[in-house]
DNA sequence: GCAATATTTAGAAATTTGTCTAAATATCTA
DNA sequence: TAGATATTTAGACAAATTTCTAAATATTGC
């Protein structure tokens, strides 16, 4: 897993709203856009970014093309969240 | 919690090691630095960021200003990242 | 108080990032 | 095939970020 990439990829807002978006379910590129205020090549250029990172996955379905959460991702990442402070090896303190 | 801050904290590289440094234990920012190829200018910098996202503390010690990793952050920040992904709320899938 | 050490602040230069417009590509439908 | 819609790519530009050097501030010990 492309750590910098995740982390970059995170470091937005815009980025992070899309990916809170798409948890309502897999969106075309158009419908995600539509929820923000910025032009579709700006949006095209997120979904790159959330993309290289490995948090999205696309599908085109006919004239659309699809986008939806990789899930998958999120234990890597909640690792590398944890693996940033102490005591988060083993099923860390305080749970 | 400053959600923007701590994501944009963690975007950087430099920044993301001086944490895991910290996890051995405080540490003055000299000590701290001297892990880096940076100017003492450049890591002042970059501590400034992680204390205005709330991931560090300092305490004057003498000549010295002692970094500690502000460790109750930590399940804010997890929560923040599980928030990111869907059945993040209670116990979430695949564990 | 003065010199030495540790760290931060200020200001500038170089790089990266987010956004835009314009143009290109892909698919659908008439 | 031509026109309409959806999305991406290319190139430019402004804003933000990282880094540097030089100077300022704080503390120690003589």
């Known amino acids: 897993m492309k750590q910098q990439e995740v982390f970059r990829a995170l470091a937005d807002p815009t980025r992070r709203a899309i990916l809170k978006r798409l948890q309502g379910g ?15 090549a700006s949006l095209s250029h997120h979904f ?19 986008y939806s959460l990789n899930s998958t991702v999120v234990e890597d990442l909640a690792r590398m969240v944890l693996d940033l402070f102490p005591s988060g090896g083993a099923r860390g303190g305080k749970r």
Chains 1, 2 share one sequence.
């Open 26 to 40: 897999a969106m075309s590129a158009g419908e995600l856009g539509a929820a923000f205020d910025i032009t579709p």
């Open 48 to 66: 790159a970014v959330l993309k290289q990172a490995d948090l999205v996955r696309t599908e085109r379905r006919g004239q659309y093309i699809v």
